[in-house]
Every structure is written in structure tokens, then in C-alpha cells.
Nanobody
Framework: VQLVESGGGMVQPGESLRLSCAAS????????MSWVRQAPGKGPEWVSA????????YYADSVKGRFTISRDNAKNTLYLQMNSLKPEDTALYYCARLTPRSSDYDNVDEYDYWGQGTQVTVSS
């Protein structure tokens, strides 16, 4: 099983980034997926989730209206479009698979596969 994130970087407040997560070794199209972030000195924070077909998406209040999660099952890839970035969005961003048969998508303990993370830094 592999989840490989990319697309992170350093940007100024108000700018945008698009994260990608390439999945392999499991049936991606049958897996609910999320983005989770962890800021320095803090615990992991669930950011956004998407169901298997992409028709249902969920967001933490802190990113609602600014971030958009999507997926391409033909490419086994998960995305996170991040607009209007703020300094408080600075964190290591992970993609993760929700444990099968779980619907507790905002509980970070319910994820069984994790990537290595990609760093997002928002600073002027």
C-alpha cells in the first residue's frame, strides 16, 4: 500500500496550492478518503473527506469555502485545491484512507492507510 502526496510548498497569504495524492496497493475507487493536517506542536486535524464516487464531500469549518476535495478514480488520485491560504493553514498535509465500514470521517483514529505528508507553509 502506498499513498504519495505532492504539491506542497511555500506561498504567501491569499495564494493557492493544489495537493495530489497518488494511491496504489488497494482498491482506491472503493475507499473513502480524507486529507488530514498537522501543524508544528499540535495534534492531527481532519480537513476534508470524500466518498468513493466523489459525490459527497465534507469539510472542517476552518477550511469550508476555501478548500475543495476531489478525486479521479481512473487515475487513483486524490486532490485538494486550497485557495485563499492563511498562515494558520501551515502544516504537514496527509492523505489517508478511512477504515472500511467506518463512517466516522472526522475522527483521525479511523484511518488505516496514511501517506508521508507534504509540507504547506503560508507566510509573508
Amino acid at each position: 500500500v502506498q499513498l504519495v502526496e505532492s504539491g506542497g510548498g511555500m506561498v504567501q497569504p491569499g495564494e493557492s496550492l493544489r495537493l495530489s495524492c497518488a494511491a496504489s496497493g488497494f482498491t482506491f475507487s472503493r475507499s473513502d478518503m480524507s486529507w488530514v493536517r498537522q501543524a508544528p506542536g499540535k495534534g492531527p486535524e481532519w480537513v476534508s473527506a470524500i466518498n468513493t464516487g466523489g459525490g459527497s464531500t465534507y469539510y472542517a469549518d476552518s477550511v469550508k469555502g476555501r478548500f475543495t476535495i476531489s478525486r479521479d478514480n481512473a487515475k487513483n488520485t486524490l486532490y485538494l485545491q486550497m485557495n485563499s491560504l492563511k498562515p494558520e493553514d501551515t502544516a504537514l498535509y496527509y492523505c489517508a484512507r478511512l477504515t472500511p465500514r467506518s463512517s466516522d470521517y472526522d475522527n483521525v483514529d479511523e484511518y488505516d492507510y496514511w501517506g508521508q505528508g507534504t509540507q504547506v507553509t503560508v507566510s509573508s
